[in-house]
T-cell receptor, first 111, second 111 residues
Framework: DTEVTQTPKHLVMGMTNKKSLKCEQH?????MYWYKQKAKKPPELMFV???????INESVPSRFSPECPNSSLLNLHLHALQPEDSALYLC??????????FGPGTRLTVT | QKEVEQNSGPLSVPEGAIASLNCTYS??????FFWYRQYSGKSPELIMS????GDKEDGRFTAQLNKASQYVSLLIRDSQPSDSATYLC???????????FGSGTQLTVLP
């Protein structure tokens, strides 16, 4: 079973809103990732969590705030986003920092 | 800067033909390489991983790795219209073994 789930599937938010994206996996994977993907571009790494600790932050603006409450759950808190932040947000997990398995993504539109 | 480059597409092949997708990488320290398939509007799906020089076969897919030439390829035999998608090459590198993705090659298999 290589299932990573993400909610919501779609999200529309205004620039003054606060919202959160959720990612869950029950495969015992110890590494979890957030990526951002714009149309016709490859995924861009945002954050890496290893054993529930933030190990990589790829210079992401502070309006994106990750959280890893436990080994199965990863959140991405959003606040004061800009229209250019509209994208597909992907979560991935990995058992060993090698093969990464992606969730279905959340399509975010900022109005 | 670590880079992964893929042959520019789009690539069209007739049904039943062999599709050949190529990728080069710049970081000689990379040890693990992956091919993801991404259908339009969907998230990337891991289809092949390769760690050693040579060929690795899985059904109609064959991944090839040549570390001396820093070259990875994916062959799809007996291509089907359902193989039409964007194929992303990724190389692992860095302290957290994060993935660097190529820009992707869009493959169309013509019935």
């Amino acid at each position: 079973d290589t299932e990573v789930t993400q909610t919501p599937k779609h999200l529309v938010m205004g620039m003054t809103n606060k919202k959160s994206l959720k990612c869950e996996q029950h495969m015992g994977h110890r590494a979890m990732y957030w990526y951002k993907q714009k149309a016709k571009k490859p995924p861009e790494l945002m954050f890496v969590y290893s054993y529930e600790k933030l190990s990589i932050n790829e210079s992401v603006p502070s309006r994106f705030s990750p959280e890893c409450p436990n080994s199965s759950l990863l959140n991405l808190h959003l606040h004061a986003l800009q229209p250019e932040d509209s994208a597909l947000y992907l979560c991935a997990s990995s058992p060993d920092h090698y093969e990464q398995y992606f969730g279905p993504g959340t399509r975010l539109t900022v109005t | 800067q670590k880079e992964v480059e893929q042959n520019s597409g789009p690539l069209s092949v007739p049904e039943g033909a062999i599709a050949s997708l190529n990728c080069t990488y710049s970081d000689r320290g990379s040890q693990s390489f992956f091919w993801y398939r991404q259908y339009s509007g969907k998230s990337p799906e891991l289809i092949m991983s390769i760690y050693s020089n040579g060929d690795k076969e899985d059904g109609r897919f064959t991944a090839q790795l040549n570390k001396a030439s820093q070259y990875v390829s994916l062959l799809i035999r007996d291509s089907q219209p359902s193989d039409s998608a964007t194929y992303l090459c990724a190389a692992e590198s860095g302290s957290a073994r994060q993935l660097t993705f190529g820009s992707g090659t869009q493959l169309t298999v013509l019935p």
